[in-house]
């Protein structure tokens, strides 16, 4: 450990993310929104990752998994959390480039060099560290995904069944007006007679 000032920012900006998810979870908008709290607070944890290996090292990984998480719930106006998640790795890099903190990187001779911060480097640690840190990262957002598809396909299915057992309850002379319709053909389309509609089909 170099410095634990960054160590301490970091860690109450992860705890304090953490608690934020907590409590939406216990206690969800009735929208089904991101909490506005969650949201700043985990971007906020996710830039002082910065302080580890630069902006440009883990934390677009971790900013490509908290955006993940926003876009799979509904957002107010058009997405503006994956906006803020997608903008995350400029902040420290901003503060960096004008000298409010140090720099991460120094490119001398055709050589990038991660310079250390927060931490030492290493060599066996330093290797275990990014490569554990990247494969739990590949393996949380796989899960997440893995999830939220099992659960959007058993939503899914559920419409399915419940449609399917609403049509038995038709009389069979109504049925045919209680099918969905049938999918479309490239960019044509039928119009209820069953003949092609000239304008779709140019």
């Known amino acids: 450990m170099r410095?634990?000032?960054?160590?301490?920012i970091g860690s109450a900006a992860w705890l304090f993310a953490a608690g934020a998810a907590y409590s939406?979870?216990?206690?969800?908008?009735?929208?089904?929104?991101?909490?506005?709290?969650?949201?700043?607070?985990?971007?906020?944890?996710?830039?002082?990752?910065?302080?580890?290996?630069?902006?440009?090292?883990?934390?677009?990984a971790w900013r490509r998994w908290a955006r993940c998480s926003f876009t799979s719930r509904p957002t107010a106006r058009g997405g503006s959390p994956s906006s803020c998640s997608t903008a995350s790795p400029s902040r420290p890099a901003a503060l960096q480039w004008l000298g409010v903190l140090p720099t991460s990187y120094v490119f001398e001779r055709?050589?990038?060099?991660?310079?250390?911060?927060?931490?030492?480097?290493?060599?066996?640690?330093t290797h275990v560290f990014l490569l554990v840190s990247n494969v739990a990262l590949?393996?949380?957002?796989?899960?997440?995904?893995?999830?939220?598809?099992?659960?959007?396909?058993?939503?899914?299915?559920?419409?399915?069944?419940?449609?399917?057992?609403?049509?038995?309850?038709?009389?069979?002379e109504?049925?045919?007006?209680?099918?969905p319709p049938p999918p479309r053909a490239?960019?044509?389309?039928?119009n209820p007679r069953g003949r092609r509609d000239a304008h779709s089909a140019r």
């Not at 490239?186 to 039928?190: E, F, I, Q, R, Y």
Request: hydrophobic share 45%.
């Open 110 to 125: 055709g050589v990038l060099s991660i310079q250390p911060v927060m931490l030492s480097f290493p060599a066996v640690p």
């Open 3 to 8: 410095s634990w000032t960054p160590w301490l």
């Open 138 to 172: 590949v393996i949380t957002g796989c899960a997440m995904m893995a999830r939220f598809r099992n659960t959007l396909t058993a939503a899914e299915e559920r419409l399915h069944v419940q449609a399917w057992q609403l049509r038995q309850m038709v009389p069979e």
């Open 24 to 60: 939406n979870v216990r206690h969800p908008r009735r929208d089904g929104k991101v909490d506005l709290w969650t949201t700043v607070s985990g971007v906020i944890a996710v830039s002082t990752t910065s302080a580890l290996f630069g902006p440009y090292v883990l934390v677009p």
């Open 186 to 190: 490239g960019c044509a389309s039928l």
């Open 174 to 179: 109504a049925r045919p007006a209680s099918a």
